[in-house]
Nanobody
C-alpha cells in the first residue's frame, strides 16, 4: 500500500520560512519523480515543484528563488524548503507520486502566511 504523509506546515509571518516534509512508504522511492502541489482557498490545485529520480528539479515561476525541493532517498522522503514566504503562499500543500499507473496523494499540510 502506497502511503504519503506531509508534515511541517504552520503559521508564519511574511518573509518567514518553513520546511515541509513528505514521508513515503509502499514504493521504491528512489526511482520516482516526486511532486509538490498546493491548494489555496477557492482556487484549483496548483503544481509547485518536482524532483526527478536523478535529482533534477523544477519549480513554478511564482516560487523560483524562494522554494527548493529536495529528496532523501535513504529516508524515502521529499522536502520543500520555503523561504521569504508571501501571503499568497497560504495553502494546503500536498505531495504526489505517480506510481503503478495512478496518482497517489497525501492528506496535505496547512501553510498559513499572515501578519
Amino acid at each position: 500500500q502506497v502511503y504519503l504523509r506531509e508534515s511541517g506546515g504552520g503559521l508564519v509571518q511574511p518573509g518567514g520560512s518553513l520546511r515541509l516534509s513528505c514521508a513515503t512508504s509502499g514504493i521504491n522511492f528512489k526511482i520516482y519523480t516526486m511532486d509538490w502541489y498546493r491548494e489555496a482557498p477557492g482556487k484549483a490545485r496548483e503544481w509547485v515543484a518536482n524532483i526527478t529520480d536523478r535529482g533534477a528539479t523544477n519549480h513554478v515561476d511564482s516560487v523560483k528563488g524562494r522554494f527548493t525541493i529536495s529528496r532523501d532517498n535513504a529516508r524515502s522522503t521529499v522536502h520543500l524548503l520555503m523561504n521569504n514566504l508571501k501571503l499568497e503562499d497560504t495553502a494546503v500543500y500536498y505531495c504526489n507520486v505517480r506510481a503503478y499507473g495512478r496518482n497517489f496523494w497525501g492528506r496535505g499540510t496547512q501553510v498559513t502566511v499572515s501578519s
